[in-house]
């Protein structure tokens, strides 16, 4: 384990970028967040205010663009809308590392919310004149998408083929088999990225997708416990071995609700 890595992951925690049902920021978030998958979870990466702490918005554009600099990209398109402020952080990050940049771009907010990419041509095709994805695609790109987080790569194919899409448009050959981000929930997500080969629907333009990303929460969880009540600890722990247990078992989602909310009161 990183120390420096393992220093920022509980910044992280502390300055409540990573939340949980004990130190949401949000009542309405103490019952749990909805991820883009539709998933109901107890803990969640928001770096959505992550200006409020340029210097470990620093600290993680860094580590990023160290990860990003050793893959052929010239073209880095964010996820909105935490991806948006990342690719320009790392943008400038880059140049201060090597000298070397990649420019960047971000997708655009759909007009409804896609919970599977194979749902993605239709509303395409009802999108109107506005561009999928904010920045010029060149002739030849190697693009990648960058986001703060992923737990499976649902939401990072929609943004791919959304730069496909947008490429298309524009009479232009590029390609996009690249996914970056921070932190990763525990999903197998490298594997998913090769297995993506094998999709059967072939209007998502199957590839082996290469998938990288900063730290582990799984690997870096343990390091939480010396901040965390024992109970959050074991309700996070438990939730990342069994992830739809939280969403499906009511009794369980209750108790871990009300046993936050009496904690919280007695910090």
Known sequence: MNENLEKLFL???KHQFIQTLWNAEREKDKEGWILKSGLLVPWFFNMRPIGDAPLMFRAI???????????????????????VPLVGGICVEMLSLGGFTSRFAYTRPLPEKIRHPGDLARYVSNYGQKNLVEGRIRQGDRC??????????GSKIIARRLVLFEAEDRGV???CDHIFYFLDRGANNRQRGLDFANESNQELKPAPLDVNFVVSFNEYLPCLRKVMTENEFQAIMEHQKDPDRFSQDKEWRQTLIETARIESRNV
């Open 11 to 13: 910044d992280l925690y």
């Open 61 to 83: 554009c860094k580590l990023m663009a160290e990860m990003i600099l050793s893959h052929e990209i010239n073209l880095m398109v964010g996820v909105e809308m935490a991806g």
């Open 144 to 153: 990648a998408v960058v986001d703060d987080m992923a737990t499976d790569l």
């Open 173 to 175: 050959e590029a390609e």
